[in-house]
């Protein structure tokens, strides 16, 4: 096993390790990292080693983990029926879960902010309930979505290197 094989592991391994950190403490970029280990990787193995389809497909896995994770929270918060204030409630309770109880809390703030910009905005109880529990699935949707797109990541990088 080369130097260069064995160090473009270890780089690509790493960019691995904090997107995954990523997907659980949102203020770290993960997919996009892994997206640049990716490249720094290939770069050490040699690109000629590694080809430019393994590249490619990290690039359209990057954009499309950052599409869902955009879409999942207001896609889950519509078909709970949020309007628009229970979205950005579940926008604003996500930050705000984020940095108060770190790192899962931006989950149960998606669904407390949804509530409680519902319950301001005049629906009944039992309706903001309804749109803070779409916005939270679509909170966790878009992190299970984030979670997949990196190990498919992974599935085309590692043999890739090889």
Known sequence: MSTALVLAYVVFGASWLV???GVLLPVLPGVPLVAV????AAWIRGFEVVGAAPLVWVAVLAVVAQVVDLLAGAIGAKLGGAGRAGFWGGVVGSLVGLFAAPPLGFLVG???GAVA???????????AVRAGIGAFAGTVGGVVA????????????VPALA
């Open 146 to 157: 984030k979670a997949l797109v990196l190990v498919a990541m992974a599935v085309v990088m």
């Open 117 to 127: 910009a519902e319950v301001l905005a005049g629906r009944s109880g039992a309706d």
């Open 37 to 40: 280990g990716a490249l720094a």
């Open 110 to 112: 998606a669904l407390v």
């Open 19 to 21: 997107g995954i950190a």
